[in-house]
């Protein structure tokens, strides 16, 4: 007959299994195999190999959008790769970039994540395919999605805060939450939530893994879709993901079209820019 002692491993082994097989970024789902053919995979040295650190994407031929928060310091020995579904499976689909250069928004603050944007050029073009296209982003004048609008995401981020991570990429739909909430004193309150920002998850009473479906670490630096645009990159929230009180923030793309065209209009030659 099995001790206490082997019935709690059991248990433990059993919910832990739970955590580390959910499906999604926190909650979601498993996108289909290059559907999303405009997300970016930055990825760090760790040794011999290369590890997955944050999103993005791509938005026009040699541009790939992210948060500055990615790459605070420079590319550093970082790569961009695209087309990519399955982080530990290389297939033909993968195209491998350095960075030529980095652009962080210069009114990026680190104390409350506000003008989280950054542009990376890659050091040559990539070649269009099924698995790698660019995606629209919504400019200047144009309509933001209001409260309780369903938005969607993806990215290889944490599926719960014990960091665990995915091999292939996940999706998720989430819903704007006003502003107004999330100025709010109990969720972020005025410091950190600024104009620059949308806010979103999805409270789930059902059918749903978590009781909240939100982005996560590593998620950052992908895109938040309205309608098929991109409107948001995912940018920051609490300590920890899927908090009620703390939904995901995503910078608001459109108030930064001056900033994004002077950027890529910009064809310098020699020593490839790494501003921070």
């Not at 760090?44 to 790939?64: L, Y």
């Not at 420079?74 to 990519?84: A, D, E, F, I, T």
Request: net charge negative.
């Amino acid at each position: 007959m099995a001790s206490e002692k082997d019935l709690l491993v059991a248990a433990a082994v059993f919910i832990f299994a739970l955590i580390s097989h959910s499906e999604g970024i926190l909650g979601g789902r498993e996108a289909a195999p290059h559907s999303r053919p405009y997300m970016a995979s930055i990825q760090m040295p760790e040794g011999d190999n290369m590890k997955h650190e944050c999103g993005g994407f791509v938005i026009a031929d040699q541009w790939v959008m992210t948060a500055v928060h990615c790459l605070p310091t420079g590319p550093n020995g970082r790569k961009v790769v695209l087309g990519v579904h399955s982080l530990s499976e290389p297939v033909e689909t993968n195209q491998t970039f350095d960075i030529l250069e980095l652009h962080n928004h210069p009114d990026f603050s680190a104390s409350n994540y506000d003008n989280d944007i950054a542009l990376i050029k890659l050091d040559r073009p990539f070649n269009t395919s099924e698995a790698v296209q660019p995606l629209e982003f919504l400019r200047a004048g144009g309509t933001n999605p209001g409260t309780g609008a369903e938005v969607d995401t993806a990215g290889w981020g944490s599926m719960d805060n014990l960091g665990s991570r995915p091999d292939k990429l996940k999706e998720v739909v989430v819903e704007v939450v006003s502003s107004a909430r999330c100025r709010r004193s109990d969720y972020f309150g005025r410091g950190k939530f600024t104009n620059n920002m949308i806010c979103a998850n999805r409270i789930c009473s059902h059918h749903c893994d978590q009781p909240t479906e939100d982005t996560c670490d590593g998620d950052s630096g992908g895109p938040l879709l309205y309608n098929g645009i991109a409107v948001g990159i995912t940018s920051n929230g609490g300590k920890k993901c899927g908090q009620a009180k703390k939904p995901g923030i995503y910078t608001v793309i459109s108030h930064y079209t001056a900033w994004i065209d002077n950027i890529m209009a910009l064809q310098p030659t020699g020593t490839p820019d790494q501003s921070s």
